[in-house]
């Protein structure tokens, strides 16, 4: 029974191979993936989702490189350390923080993408780290030339 | 336990200088390319850019009228080849008063010592095709469903397949690709996959074969033919290309109003104030099938080696 | 266990397969015509010795009788053996061949594990083997049933009318007409364009046939300085002459209508006239003949569809 299941939005214009990593990442973030379990096999990814099974050796071989996971040839991926912050759980004092804010938000009249704008431009200013990745994503890189 | 290896050394297709010709002139011309083992390869062309005779060719089932294709690195159709060549073609023959039964004992009588009888059974059982239908009465999409499992149960190391899911509704295609994608999973098999359903090959194919006026435009891993392109979108007037992009090669260009969005490949930094992103495979191709001057390119896997050898 | 070794492997399987309807209805016939004429011959065999037909002087009304009943039963069985050839040269070039060409089937075939030399010649053994058994069975019966009646009483069975129906020419004849459908159905690559082609084939080849047959083998010439008659014994009398004084043979010379055939000779400066004929024993030698240029063209044909369907191939 495999403990993930990859969902992959092929308009999405992410890498589908990203789109894995990022999705193991979510798992080990919310503790859905703990470190000893295996990730499913390439066949078995494929099977569901009809991708190339070398877009998940691909995938896997980046978590590998980042240190999540490990190969043990013949047995399967499995997954090296977690990503689940003793803060980010579910039922953590800094999500229930979050929820209060968010209610006083909507009391205050901000709709759900407000909300969502106001958390993304702190996000950004806080974590500076963040932000450099997700421009460097978006393009709108102006180019120095020679000419 | 899939232990999935490319085969980078090994060659599955091999062209050089292949020329096929047709009643009216040539189907396929001076074409050289390398697809290399263990790929899911995409053969993308227009109608009659000669990817039927390019399949038909590497299938054994015609003979190239100029150069050579090696597949396998054997003759096409040869005796060593042929029987580790499955092919699909576009039409999807079977002979009409067969039952499903009959049509999978054909593939164990003629495909002796390679028959996987599981595999075949396997996908005409997920469709629920009826053993003792006939194959005249069965749709569009059940044929195609034998026709695959007829391709599989020979245990292929190369899976020709000339438009495979054109007649199939979107469930049964999504099943019909992941059982491709398990079959290459399980056995490292090579699928070359003729297509013009662009959508059908993103994230199924690595690998890239575009032809089109029976030459090859582009071939190549797929990421590395993502990452030769650009598409650049900026502000710009006038008529004439801008300046700037003279260094680079200009696929397309478009201009809207003071907008101008070009895909160019890119031979170093772009002068200017542009926006750049690495386009779609839907992108790219569409964008080489929309301009067939644009001159062609092979990542280095893709050049053929006995070429590279002789040069 | 021996039925399941017996069973048809490989492409003898597939050609079976793909002809089942061919082969049940070909054996369900063969068995009702071959019944048949075994109970011909022996009603035949009981209606000369009841009627004492062969004696000194048999009954006008009984021999009318008997021609009337036997004569042309006797002819259409002979019908049936004579166009079996033509019959097999259709099936294979139509059904057998030519429609996978058209309905693109032959891929199928061909992107197996087997090469289409290999898949041809199933297409030429499988039919190959069916006519040597069902065909020989069927010309065996067919000749032995024939050959119960005395020359006299059917003088349209007679054995160079009968010749296309007897021993091995028929058999010989169908296995020309394997290699000559094979070859049509590859060239012609259209079902019924290849079944028609066949058709006018089988015609020429026929008429040709039927033009050389009386010097397949040297005939017996009689000379005589009378004009010979044309009708007697069960002899094939093809060729009547003269022969001039020079020693040139010039036949059935044509000397006007009422001239009387003494001065025929003198027209042309001839005198004697002679015939060519083939006695009765003659048949076999013939047929053997025959049978053999027949099995050349089978040679041929079949090597000419090999060559065919490795044309187009790497």
Known sequence: MALVEFRIDRRSGVATYLQIVQQVKQALRLGLLEPGDKLPTAKEVVAATAINPNTVLKAYRELDREGLVEARPGLGTFVRRSLARPGASADSPLRAELAGWAERARAAGLDREDAAALVTSVLDEVFDEVRGRLEGRAGAQPLEGTG | MTDLTFLPGRTALEAVGLGARHRRGWALRDCSFRVPAGRVCALVGPNGAGKSTLLSVAAGLRRADEGALAVLDGAPGGPGVRPRVSYLAQEKPLYPYFTVEDTLRMGRELNPGRWDAAAAERLVKEGNLPPHARVGQLSGGQRTRLALALAFGKRPELLLLDEPMSDLDPLVRHEMTAALMTEAAENATTIVLASHVLAELEGVCDYLLLVGDGRVRLAGEVEDLLSAHRVVVGRHEGGAPPRSFAAHTVISSRTTGRQLTAMIRPEGPIAGQWETEEPSLEDLLLAHLRNPGAPSLLTPSAEPRSRKAAA | ?314
């Not at chain 3, 009627?51 to 259409?76: C, K, M, N, W």
């Not at chain 3, 049936?80 to 061949?97: K, N, R």
């Not at chain 3, 000779?265 to 030698?285: G, N, T």
């Not at chain 3, 569809?305 to 187009?312: G, I, K, S």
């Open chain 3, 1 to 314: 266990m021996s039925s399941l070794t017996l069973a048809p492997r490989g492409l003898t399987w597939l050609v079976l397969r793909q002809r089942r309807g061919a082969v049940w209805t070909g054996l369900a016939g063969l068995f009702v015509v071959v019944v048949q004429l075994v109970i011909l011959r022996f009603a035949l065999l009981d209606a000369v010795e009841r009627h004492d037909l062969t004696g000194p002087d048999p009954s006008a009304g009984a021999l009318a009788d008997f021609r009337a009943s036997y004569g042309d039963v006797l002819h259409y069985n002979g019908l049936l053996v004579q166009y079996l050839p033509l019959v097999v040269a259709m099936i294979v070039a139509g059904p057998m061949v030519a429609r996978e060409l058209e309905s693109g089937t032959y891929k199928l075939a061909w992107t197996q594990s087997v090469t289409p030399a290999r898949w041809l010649l199933a297409k030429l053994a499988v039919p190959a083997v069916a006519v040597l058994a069902g065909g020989s069975l069927l010309s065996a019966v067919y000749t032995w049933t024939w050959s119960a009646v005395p020359h006299e009483l059917l003088p349209g069975q007679l054995w160079y009318h009968s010749f296309d129906m007897l021993g091995p020419a028929p058999v010989a004849g169908a296995l020309a007409g394997i290699g000559l459908g094979a070859v049509a159905g590859l060239l012609v690559r259209r079902t019924t364009g290849a079944m028609a082609a066949v058709l006018v084939g089988y015609g020429l080849l026929g008429f040709a046939l039927g033009r050389l047959r009386p010097r397949l083998i040297p005939p017996w010439t009689e000379t005589t300085p009378e004009m010979p008659g044309l009708a007697g014994d069960d002899a094939w009398r093809f060729e009547r002459g003269i022969i001039t004084r020079a020693g040139e043979r010039l036949a059935e010379p044509d000397c006007g209508i009422g001239v009387a055939p003494a001065r025929c000779l003198a027209e042309h400066d001839a005198d004697r006239w002679y015939l060519d004929y083939h006695p009765a024993s003659h048949l076999w030698p013939l047929e053997w003949a025959e049978a053999g240029i027949l099995l050349a063209v089978a040679a041929l044909a079949g090597a000419a569809a090999l060559r065919l369907v490795r044309r187009p191939l790497p």
